[in-house]
């Protein structure tokens, strides 16, 4: 059998050409303007909000709890203290460190299996998760020049969901933890 170089590469070409290809979204940047449009009319942006990031807790090995003292408020009902969850598998959402300022834009955190990694307790609470691809968008200033004024968040603190269910669970879920240690799980 005689090899012959022009005919293999032929049908590695055409083999990679017909190989199925991974689905995987890819995030459309609009222009300022047209994305604050957006955010406004689009239910999937429940809540939307400027603040700084003032705690940032392990609630897993994957995720975590972003507290944030609210400051300016276009969608949602937010409370000058609001909790974001995030599960850090997810791709294309912003990743919050304490003391920065972020445009949050977010979502109900609805999908069992991003609230088991995010570490959201119980399947009744509910929880805010940044929507995807608003990575980019968190500190994007003319956005927040193109949604407006906004308004000041509603009086009261909130408690974390973790700390709501805390009571509930002799194991210390909710607990506050350092970085190198994650809260135990709730054992049946």
């Known amino acids: 059998m005689t090899f012959r170089p022009g005919v293999c590469s032929c049908v590695m070409l055409v083999a990679w ?7 995987a979204a890819e995030c459309v940047r609009l222009p300022a303007k047209d994305m604050a449009k957006r955010v406004m009319e689009d239910k ?3 809540v939307v909000f400027t603040g ?11 995720g975590y709890r972003a507290t944030f003292a609210v400051e300016r408020v276009w969608k949602g009902t937010v409370t000058k203290r609001f909790d974001l969850y995030v599960w850090e598998l997810n791709t294309e959402i912003p990743r919050f460190e304490v003391g920065q300022h972020y445009l949050a834009l977010a ?8 609230r088991e990694g995010a570490g ?3 399947s009744d609470a509910v929880a805010f998760t940044p929507v995807h691809c608003s990575d980019a968008l968190s ?3 003319d956005l927040v020049r193109y949604l407006g004024a906004g308004l000041a968040p509603k009086e009261g603190d909130e408690p974390s969901i973790l700390e709501r269910h805390a009571a509930d ?7 506050k933890s350092s970085t190198s240690e994650r ?6």
Not at 17 to 23: D, G
């Open 44 to 46: 999937a942006y429940e």
């Open 52 to 62: 700084t990031v003032v705690g940032v807790i392990r609630t897993s090995e994957s």
């Open 139 to 141: 500190l994007d200033p």
């Open 120 to 122: 959201v307790p119980g």
């Open 169 to 175: 669970c002799p194991l210390g879920v909710g607990r």
């Open 17 to 23: 050409l017909s190989a199925p290809v991974a689905a």
């Open 107 to 114: 979502t109900r955190l609805v999908a069992s299996r991003e």
């Open 183 to 188: 809260p135990t799980r709730r054992q049946v």
